[in-house]
């Protein structure tokens, strides 16, 4: 138990921390490539899936953990998927993203994080168990592309670790935009630690790395995954509402062990405050939690679980989920953000002017 | 002229969009003085600013996640 509390807590701090100083938000990375044509949060989100593969199929290459893809539950993946992006839109952050703003103070993530567990726990052991149950039980009966391609899952991931060296080279070569940044007030570590922007695709590094550590320390708790959200995250409201200490897992200290670390980054670089959302934010936030809370329970993970675990694990549910993911992004994007400018601006241009 | 955007409240990406949709009205050499608290917004917008070719005369942080940007229309 204590092994469990402390390394669940010591890795979930040190994502907190890194994502927090490295602004890594997934939401805003998706959103981007449909509103602003931006590519590099995807991109970092790559390197992020190209080093954790590599580091984790060589330790199972070694025996030193386990893991087994089961079947492909696709129904489950693809709408589960697409709600989930829409919610992490509404909510202004995905489950991961959410648990680090809750550390920086921003009471709208508070409000989507109770939303999220909510509905997770709704759909894991309550009465929408039946609903999540049968949509997960159409399935394809092998999830591992190298199972059901009969190739070694190696050439699945030098052909990954190619592309995403391919477009490293190319981002390489374009030419240097340099952005403008604060006068730095503080020297050496603190000045790393605390102010430094970290440039993403560093960031993706260490988050590749730290997803990797998460498999052997999650896996000597009984635990036989790597980093995971919503799970863990229903666990917390289930744990709190049974006092069933059986319910506590590896997972559970992983998230508010990011909570923790998104605070610590926070704090230390002045960049906590408690922040109270107006009232339409709010809402919006808590519809969010509810749409990702149902949409992760039902695609079997978020875009941690599925987009960054089950992709580098080279499975067909990490992948589709991935594809569905961002395209509920883009939907929900293009109602929130887009829609209100194109329509304002055609209000202004469109209609004729008549004066007095 | 120097106008200045309060977004401070708003959460990403809506601090963008506010500064993009008030510069577009501005005058080429004008200032528009962004000033916000979601943490985010420190890279999205200067960022858009040296991407886009405006110049970012000031940019510091003001208190505990808070920050003020000035950028000048290109």
Known sequence: MLQMILTGLLCGALLGFVM??????????????????????????????????IGVYSLIQLGMIEFSAGAFPWIATIVGSFIFGIGIVFAGGCATG????????????????????????????????????????????????????????????????AIVLWILIKEQRKPKVVIP?????????AHLLFEKRWHPFFTALIVGLIAILAWP???????MYGLGITTPSANILQYLVTGDQKILNWGVFLVLGIFLGSFIAAKGSREFRFRMPDTKTGISSFIGGILMGFGASLAGGC?????????????????VSLLFIILGTWTASYFVFVRPIVKKKSLNSGTPITTA | MQQTLEVMGQVCPFPLIEAKKVIE?????????????????????????????HTVTNFEQLSEAAWTITVKKK
């Open chain 1, 20 to 53: 927090q100083r490295g602004r890594f938000c997934l939401t805003g990375g998706f959103r981007d490539m449909y509103i602003a044509k931006d590519n590099r949060m995807f991109y970092a989100l790559l390197i992020a899936i190209a080093v954790q593969s």
């Open chain 2, 25 to 53: 009205e501005l005058k080429s050499g004008d200032e528009l003085v962004i000033q916000f608290d979601c943490t985010q917004a420190t890279e999205s917008i200067p960022r858009w600013a040296a991407e886009s070719g």
């Open chain 1, 98 to 161: 959410t648990w680090y703003r809750a550390g920086e103070g921003l009471i709208g993530s508070w409000i989507a994080l109770f939303g999220y567990m909510v509905m997770s726990a709704i759909m894991k052991s309550g009465p929408l168990t039946p609903l999540d149950q049968s949509l997960q039980s159409v399935q394809l009966p092998k999830n591992s592309i190298a199972e059901s391609t009969g190739l070694s899952v190696w050439v699945f991931i030098s052909i990954f670790a």
């Open chain 1, 303 to 319: 875009s941690i679980g599925n987009g960054l675990v089950m992709t580098a694990m080279m499975t067909w549910q990490g992948w």
């Open chain 1, 217 to 223: 320390l999650s896996e000597a708790t009984g635990r």
């Open chain 1, 181 to 189: 940044t604060m006068k730095p007030k503080r020297k050496g570590l």
